[in-house]
């Protein structure tokens, strides 16, 4: 890929404000006075709705138009176990699908919930962290092939970085009642992908390709995936009414199909 150095700076500066827009949802956490569990479940239902648009309506789709799609899918599945195995490597006590019951193994209900509420709260910052790598990578190489067109990815990531932020501060401030640290792992979460950028300066810039940056989409939306199935909407539905979570899935796809679709006129 041909890179004009005089557009190196900018690529990196959208790529900071991109990926650093997940720290607008992240505030979130800072206008709950009280957390509820009917919020929880909107915003974990929501969450779910985000990154299922984004992995089945924009991620796949995108790399399937770059790369061939039996690459892009074993990509998309080889995402999906490698986070499966790391959700199994979990030990016992510490992973709610082995709970019998919340007041097992001495501990009251409440830690027990706001554990599992953690957990789900860290991994869907896993999984937005792995999704913002090849972000930052498709800002970078768009912006150095394209300035127009950089800007305009970059503005597509920031709008829908917002909701995401969302989803890792909520959980967490909600398990954690720390505005502080919820704030912080949502930060970490966002950081990703101009830390991407500067790799892909550093190191990456003679081999990054079309090709390359689709098989990292398709990868990150194997994990959003197994994160939405596996951990939001199971824990979603635990702590609120079915209608709640139907209507956050709903609203977070809403949300980002119209935000990219008026980008896009």
Same mark, same amino acid.
């Given at each position: 890929? *041909?890179?004009?150095?005089?557009?190196?700076?900018?690529?990196?500066?959208?790529?900071?404000?991109?990926?650093?827009?997940?720290?607008?949802?992240?505030?979130?956490?800072?206008?709950?006075?009280?957390?509820? /569990?009917? $919020? /929880?479940?909107?915003?974990?239902?929501?969450?779910?709705?985000?990154?299922?648009?984004?992995?089945?309506? #924009?991620?796949?789709?995108?790399?399937?138009?770059?790369?061939?799609?039996?690459?892009?899918?074993?990509?998309?599945?080889?995402?999906?176990?490698? !986070?499966?195995?790391?959700? &199994?490597?979990?030990? =016992?006590?510490? %992973?709610?699908?082995? $709970?019998? *019951?919340?007041? *097992?193994?001495?501990?009251?209900?409440? %830690?027990?919930?706001?554990?599992?509420? =953690?957990?789900?709260?860290?991994?869907?910052?896993?999984?937005?962290?792995?999704? %913002?790598?090849?972000?930052?990578?498709?800002?970078?190489?768009?912006?150095?092939?394209?300035?127009?067109?950089?800007?305009?990815?970059?503005?597509?990531?920031?709008?829908? %970085?917002?909701? #995401?932020?969302?989803?890792?501060?909520?959980?967490?401030?909600?398990?954690?009642?720390?505005?502080?640290?919820?704030?912080? $792992?949502?930060?970490?979460?966002?950081?990703?992908?101009?830390?991407?950028?500067?790799?892909?300066?550093?190191?990456?810039?003679?081999?990054?390709?079309?090709?390359?940056?689709?098989?990292? &989409?398709?990868?990150?939306?194997?994990?959003?995936? $197994?994160?939405?199935? *596996?951990?939001?909407?199971?824990?979603?539905?635990?702590?609120?009414?079915?209608?709640?979570?139907?209507?956050?899935?709903?609203?977070? =796809?809403?949300? !980002?199909?119209?935000?990219?679709?008026?980008?896009?006129?």
């Amino acid at each position: 890929m *041909d890179a004009s150095s005089g557009n190196i700076g900018f690529a990196l500066l959208l790529s900071v404000l991109a990926g650093l827009s997940t720290c607008i949802g992240g505030t979130i956490a800072y206008f709950i006075k009280k957390p509820k /569990l009917v $919020y /929880l479940s909107l915003v974990l239902g929501f969450s779910a709705g985000v990154m299922i648009y984004i992995s089945f309506m #924009e991620l796949l789709p995108r790399a399937f138009e770059s790369l061939g799609k039996i690459e892009c899918l074993a990509a998309f599945f080889v995402g999906i176990i490698i !986070i499966g195995l790391i959700d &199994m490597s979990i030990p =016992m006590i510490k %992973n709610p699908h082995h $709970y019998k *019951d919340l007041s *097992d193994y001495g501990e009251s209900k409440e %830690n027990k919930t706001n554990k599992i509420i =953690m957990k789900t709260g860290m991994l869907s910052a896993l999984a937005i962290g792995i999704h %913002n790598f090849p972000e930052g990578l498709t800002t970078l190489g768009a912006t150095l092939a394209d300035l127009k067109l950089g800007i305009f990815i970059a503005i597509a990531v920031a709008i829908h %970085n917002i909701p #995401e932020g969302i989803s890792v501060s909520v959980p967490i401030f909600y398990a954690t009642k720390n505005k502080k640290k919820a704030f912080f $792992y949502t930060f970490l979460s966002g950081i990703a992908e101009p830390i991407a950028a500067v790799i892909g300066v550093l190191v990456l810039l003679p081999f990054i390709s079309i090709q390359i940056v689709s098989l990292l &989409m398709s990868f990150a939306a194997g994990i959003m995936i $197994y994160i939405s199935i *596996d951990e939001l909407l199971p824990m979603a539905h635990k702590y609120g009414h079915s209608h709640t979570v139907i209507i956050g899935i709903v609203l977070g =796809m809403f949300i !980002i199909a119209i935000s990219l679709f008026l980008l896009q006129m």
